[in-house]
């Protein structure tokens, strides 16, 4: 239990930095993607956001490298 205290306490002080705030909204977004695919499951329109999302992903990571 001594390490989940010690992780707690160390992210406690990260809260309001900018990785603090970064690993929360990524926390926020794998919880939310997880309903929508695991309970929502019906509900095209939800997934149907994640695959827009990924999308505008992958075409912002093809710009940031130039091939040849």
Do not use: H, P, W
């Not at 992780?7 to 309001?16: E, G, H, R, T, Y």
């Not at 794998?30 to 939800?46: M, N, P």
Request: glycine share 6%; with cysteine.
């Amino acid at each position: 239990m001594a390490a989940a205290g010690s992780f707690l306490a160390i992210f406690q002080n990260m809260k309001k930095t900018a990785t603090g705030k970064a690993i929360r909204a990524c926390i926020i977004e794998v919880a939310e993607y997880l309903e929508c695919s695991l309970i929502k499951g019906q509900d095209d329109s939800c997934m149907q956001e994640y695959a827009e999302k990924e999308g505008k992903r992958k075409e912002r990571t093809k710009k940031a490298v130039e091939l040849e």
